[in-house]
């Protein structure tokens, strides 16, 4: 079981997706299952983990629309909107839906660096157990330490930090990062995705040597057994094709032991985000 934790898909419509700018028109058209189904079967991915790319409660039932028609697809991270008054029934409506695996928000665009301990975002995490559901950590690294103390708030709560925290790839830059790193996997509750370091380079001037510090970072301070690949498909490819961010997780994971690999590419995204072991779509599980 090979699994892809983190890939994203859309219909594209400008005033949808305001993100995708200047520089990034190769995102700017659909991306859907049949576009990504051959690139990952190419590459041995058997199943994928949609999450979302938009802050709409429409997107997330879209998406799993999609996860029960998709053999590839085989959960959902989804937006809800936590601090919401109807955050409670919201998230039992959706819950319904098996795909449905964690929850998300894009506290990178947030200017406040403490957002995510705001009384109400707060209360809405305290919902997400509750539901089996987990959640994803998007952030930037000067928002590492307020992700420690909501982690450290909820240790019966699952998370995941998304690309690593997004370290400044492009200037080399490993220190504060490093630090902020280790003490948010000191909590074994809290999971890390090797995805999105080739958009954090130069997009067309990066070479693999210039991840090894930070997964090194990540291996030590997560271990083998709470490391997940994720490709962030199709973001990626503003910087490189799908066969060569997997092979760039595939290549640095390769002096481990077999099961520690065959964990970090797929084990450990059907433990954290508990997905059904099967390769039908979700609708016939």
Known sequence: MRLDAHQHFWRYRP?????????????????????????AAAAGITGTVAVQARQSLAETEW????????ALVRGVVGWVDLRSATVADDLARLARRPALVGVRHVVQDEPDPRFLLGAAFVRGIGQLAAHGLAYDLLLYP?????????????????????HLGKPA?????????????????????????????????AWHGWSRAQFTPYLEVALEAFS?????????????????????VVGIVEDFVARLAAREREAIMGGNCAAFYRLPEADTPTEHR
């Open 63 to 70: 998406l799993l629309d999609l996860a029960e028609t998709s």
């Open 169 to 201: 790839v492009k200037r080399g830059e490993v220190a504060p990062w490093r630090d902020d790193i280790g003490r948010l996997a000191r909590h074994p509750h809290c999971w890390c995705k090797l995805s999105g370091l080739v958009t954090e380079a």
């Open 224 to 244: 083998p057994a709470r490391l997940l690949f994720g490709s962030d498909w199709p973001v990626c490819t503003l910087a490189a094709p799908y066969a060569d």
């Open 142 to 162: 000067h928002q590492l330490p307020a992700a420690e103390e909501l982690v450290a708030h909820f240790p019966g709560q699952r998370f995941v930090l998304d």
């Open 15 to 39: 005033a949808e997706y305001p993100w995708i700018g200047a520089g990034m028109e190769r995102l700017a058209r659909d991306h859907l299952p049949a576009d990504l189904e051959p690139l």
